[in-house]
């Protein structure tokens, strides 16, 4: 065994940063070779629909393209789970495997990685091929990208004072004759309402109010020009605090029939808060400078008579359509208009949160043809162990690899190669100039390694199947076991906090607490005798390899070395007689007797010495027994 193996690193911090990705919105579309290199099937069980050919994400697929050309109906797949399963992750490997047939249909794909609300409706509005749209995406460009916040605040708060006014229907969710009290009274349904929620909106404390930076309205302006995260998060919604009950001097500010309206918000706001969520879907678009008589739903029926007469399909692909929260309206309108002589068929896929998925309106649920639900790990636990290790292995590899590396193989490939992911570097097997890496034998003998399809084997390290299955653990007893807690916290943040350990011959620290199980079946000090050979800071070292390493026993020689751990290699300090540490068992239960489940007292113990909490239960039994004692 060659002494350059101590302290090895196979993979560079800022390489692992640009590469690895938790989130798919997080990585552009520019960078799919990443997440392909990285690609497992995703566990998908379809809820409804009929079956189609292959496994995961690939019926999905086959069902999409088995749809094409139903001249009579809209297609509506819904992709829910959790947060951070791989729902997105489906979609664009969707787009990623459509293949392309402009003959029989035209796909307009919006990513996670759009920033803001202006970039959105951009994708959209430059894939469409009408007038209509041309003009929309130059209006909002110079509405959105040439004036500044404060103009843009006034016009929306003007805004939604217009759609109170005119647009919002009297009849709606929440309690009617609430409802047509706080939007006012009116002759007709074309006349302007009057002493409703709107004249409110006039008076110049709220709207300083409104205004406020904290505000939803700077919120919104804000969603429309300023980046956001690409994650799951809500879209702005108006709260009570939104509205300024508390200061006093408006009452006496305001007419007779606004008054009342007033008093009505301080005794119950929610009801205001409700409209104002309403209105505020239908002012945005105004704001965004979208001019009169141009609308969404206009810029949509234009676009799919088009189409239609092209005799093509529109195939819609929303990696998040939480995304639209703030114009879904319009889209949702597309969902149900049928497809027939004037409109082309609809062929819509969308990922989107469980919860958020039940909040959709029920006419559009109605008439989703296909719904798969993502399962997330411990479906199948012994399974599951298995699958998230080489879940793991395949992030392990594309950390080292490196995404500019990625992108060139890809590119490189040609079609069938790409079809295979025979493109997929192995860096184990290419690290050095195109030869194994020099340690790839002791590597795999000391740390393991596991199959990641046509790439071939890659090397666990810096893990071992022992440090895995104890990472695992950690993130269920957190609550938090998922792909992308697996991507975040396994891979990304372990890599870049201990590699520099690894390299100054520091690791493990007592930091591997925050990515570990550390339970123990045997006392600390049968794991390492603390002999006074080596410092007290080399023996905690030394333990807490051996409990994440090799459950409590003598580790590999290579995991000896690669971790620079100290004492000898080849006689690494005792661990311990191989007999069973613990106290001795009761005897097994006779024929007849009643089984009794008993805690292991014993290894509470050492889970309570490595740093775990002692459940209280036991922590009273242990008392009790020294107190008697």
């Known amino acids: 065994m060659t002494d350059a193996f101590r302290n090895f690193c196979c993979w560079q911090a800022p390489t692992v940063q640009r590469t690895i990705f938790g989130d798919i919105g997080a990585l552009a579309t520019e960078a799919d070779a990443v997440f ?77 990685d759009v920033s803001t609300l202006r970039e959105l409706l951009g994708r959209i509005l430059d894939e469409m091929p009408g007038k209509k749209a041309k003009e929309a995406a130059r209006q909002i460009d110079e509405a959105v990208g040439q004036k500044p916040e404060d103009q843009l605040k006034t016009a929306l708060i003007d805004n939604l004072r217009e759609v109170l006014a005119h647009e919002l229907p009297d009849k709606g969710p929440g309690d009617p004759e609430i409802r047509r009290f706080l939007l006012g009274q009116r002759a007709d349904h074309n006349a302007i309402r009057r002493d409703g929620l709107s004249a409110v909106l006039h008076n110049l404390t709220i709207i300083e109010h409104l205004s406020r930076d904290d505000g939803t309205v700077t919120a919104a302006i804000r969603s429309l020009r300023a980046q956001h995260t690409g994650r799951d998060e809500d879209y702005p919604k108006f709260s009570p605090a939104d509205l300024p009950i508390q200061v006093p001097g408006i009452r006496r500010k305001l007419d007779h029939g606004p008054l ?42 234009e676009t799919r008579e088009i189409l239609r007469n092209e005799g093509t399909d529109l195939i819609l692909l929303f990696e998040d359509l939480a995304l639209f929260g703030l114009i879904d309206d319009a889209l949702y309108d597309q969902f149900v208009i049928p497809p027939g002589d004037s409109y082309c068929p609809l062929r819509i896929v969308f990922a989107i949160t469980t919860a958020k998925y039940h909040e959709i309106r029920d006419t559009v649920i109605d008439r989703v043809t296909h719904h798969y639900i993502v399962q997330n790990f411990e479906a199948d636990p012994a399974q599951d162990a298995s699958s ?9 590899n594309v950390a080292r690899v490196g995404r500019d590396a990625l992108i060139a193989a890809r590119d490189a490939a040609g079609g069938s190669g790409r079809d295979a992911g025979t493109w997929i570097p192995n860096a184990c097997d290419s690290r050095e100039q195109g030869l194994p890496c020099q340690f790839r034998d002791e590597c795999f003998s000391a740390f393991g390694s596991t199959s990641i399809g046509s790439a071939g084997y890659v090397g666990l390290y810096p893990y071992n199947e022992h440090s895995l299955r104890r990472a695992f653990t950690r993130l269920r007893e957190r609550n938090a076991l998922s792909p992308r807690s697996l991507v975040n916290e396994v891979v990304y943040g372990f890599l870049t906090t201990a590699g520099p350990e690894i390299s100054q011959g520091d690791f493990p620290t007592e930091e591997i607490r925050n990515w570990f199980d550390m339970s123990a079946d045997r006392p600390h000090e049968v794991i390492v005798p603390d002999g006074g050979k080596l410092a007290q800071q080399e023996v905690l070292r030394l333990r807490r390899a051996r409990i994440v390493w090799a459950d409590c026993g003598i580790e590999k020689p290579g995991i000896h070395q690669a971790f620079n751990l100290p004492g000898d290699a080849g006689n690494p300090g005792a661990a311990g007689p191989e007999t069973d540490p613990r106290p001795p068992q009761p005897e097994s239960p006779q024929p007849g007797d009643k089984p009794v489940r008993r805690p292991d007292a014993a290894k509470s113990l050492y889970d309570w010495e490595g740093g775990r909490d002692l459940p209280v239960a036991e922590m009273e039994s242990f008392r009790r027994l020294l107190h008697g004692w």
Do not use: C
């Not at 918000?265 to 239908?282: H, M, N, Q, T, Y």
């Not at 998230?388 to 392990?396: D, G, Q």
């Open 36 to 112: 392909l290199a990285a690609h497992a099937q995703i566990p998908i069980r379809r809820d409804k629909g009929t079956p189609a050919e292959g496994q995961g994400e690939a019926e999905i697929l086959s069902a999409l393209l088995g749809e094409l050309g139903l001249a009579e109906r809209n297609t509506v797949m819904a992709i829910t789970g959790p947060v951070g399963t791989g729902k997105s992750h489906a979609v664009r490997w969707l787009r990623a495997h459509l293949p392309a047939d402009p003959a029989r249909y035209r796909t307009i794909y919006v990513p996670r």
């Open 260 to 301: 009342a309206v007033w008093n009505s918000i301080i005794r119950d706001p929610e009801p205001a808060v409700k409209l104002l969520d309403e209105a505020l879907k239908r002012a945005i678009p105004m704001t965004m400078g979208i001019a009169p008589g141009i609308t969404l739903d206009g810029i949509f029926r």
């Open 388 to 396: 998230m290790t080489t879940f793991v292995a395949r992030y392990l």
